[in-house]
């Protein structure tokens, strides 16, 4: 039952950060770390509304990652919870970048030609 616990918890905390960056939309990506340390002209040149969407979906799938975890706890083995741990950090870590244009550089608008 521990694992079943351990994921469950997860669940609406990942939901809830879902939401944050559902309604936040543009204003949320200012809460993405690494990005909200940007001096203000730099992070104009960002397409924050995209950021905040891509952060909301992440989150979404690693509340289901945890649901299926907590179900497959629950209903067939314990090593679910485990697996399920697993599956969220491959997730988490595919996504985290030491390198600004790393993290971010999928999401810089192209310059205005003048």
Not at 21 to 43: I, K, M, N, V, Y
Not at 49 to 61: I, P, T
Not at 91 to 112: C, N, Q, S, T
Request: contains cysteine; glycine residues 8%; hydrophobic residues 55%.
């Amino acid at each position: 039952m521990l694992g079943f616990y351990a994921c469950i918890i997860m669940v609406p905390c990942f939901w809830l950060l879902a939401l944050f960056f559902a309604l936040g939309r543009e204003r949320a990506a200012d809460w993405l770390s690494g990005f909200h340390s940007l001096p203000e002209e730099e992070r104009a040149k960002y397409d924050r509304a995209r950021m905040a969407r891509d952060e909301r979906n992440a989150c979404l799938l690693w509340g289901a990652v945890m649901l299926l975890g907590a179900l497959g706890a629950r209903w067939i083995t314990g090593w679910a919870a485990l697996a399920a741990y697993g599956v969220w950090l491959a997730l988490f870590f595919r996504d985290v970048h030491w390198d600004i244009e790393k993290a971010f550089g999928k999401y810089r608008l192209p310059d205005k030609a003048d």
